[in-house]
């Protein structure tokens, strides 16, 4: 079975600053997409980006990037410029691709990020 | 209108109480999703739906049953409810064919379910 593991339960950042939020896999299949996702207080999970293994290029959304490691199983998200309305619970997500846990997504425990004006 | 709606928005039960969380999508999606969020664990998958015929179990489907009832509906029951069931609960929707941005998980708004 794949396990997520997002090690840093908050993490803090000054507006306008760079912050990198951790996740590690562990996963014996090749095929398969990693997630992140935001919740802010309103409870809603919004989709920030996604990243096929596949694909050796990092995904990137605007102030949003990721480091994916395949090698080292480590997906990690990074927000440049930061802005109040970032602050929320970010999850790192697993989706498998093959057999019979195709389309299922495996979570992370999350990382609650502030904000600080 | 939201494409993935959840109902109750809150709920508050007693032990023992027989429940349904009801979630309807208009995204015309086959496959839909029932996960719990419990602080610290993150989500976790109690059961899915490939399409109305195709119902499985998630990682933890002990003390919930679901029903498919239509394409666009899946209800989540807790048949004796107890207080560790208290969580936020959320259904979601996917469709394998979609590619792109749009190839994710789409969420309903959640129910918060508490367990007295």
């Known amino acids: 079975a794949q396990t997520v593991t997002q090690s840093q339960p908050e993490m803090s950042v000054q507006e306008a600053e760079t912050v990198t939020l951790s996740c590690t896999y562990d996963?014996?299949?090749?095929?398969?997409?990693l997630f992140w996702y935001k919740q802010p207080p309103s409870r809603q999970m919004i989709l920030v980006i996604r990243?096929?293994?596949?694909?050796?290029q990092n995904a990137t959304e605007n102030r949003f990037s990721v480091n994916f490691q395949k090698a080292a199983k480590s997906f990690s998200l990074k927000i440049s410029d930061s802005q109040l309305g970032d602050a929320a619970m970010y999850f790192c997500a697993y989706r498998s691709e093959g057999g019979t846990s195709y389309g299922k997504l495996t979570f992370g425990q999350g990382t609650i990020l502030t904000v600080h004006p | 209108d939201a494409d993935v709606t959840q109902t109750p928005r809150n709920r508050i039960t007693k032990t023992g109480k027989r429940i349904m969380l009801e979630c309807s999508q208009t995204k015309g999606h086959d496959r839909m999703y029932w996960y719990r969020q419990d602080p610290g664990l993150g989500l976790r998958l109690i059961y899915y739906s490939f399409d109305v015929k195709d119902i499985n179990k998630g990682e933890i489907s002990d003390g919930y049953s679901v029903s498919r009832q239509a394409q666009a509906k899946f209800s989540l029951s807790l048949e004796s409810a107890i207080p560790n069931q208290t969580a936020l609960y959320f259904c979601a929707t996917s469709d394998p064919r979609l590619r792109g941005p749009q190839d994710t998980q789409y969420f309903g708004p959640g129910t918060r379910l508490t367990v007295l």
């Open positions: 996963t014996s299949e090749s095929d398969y997409y």
């Open positions: 990243q096929e293994a596949y694909k050796q």
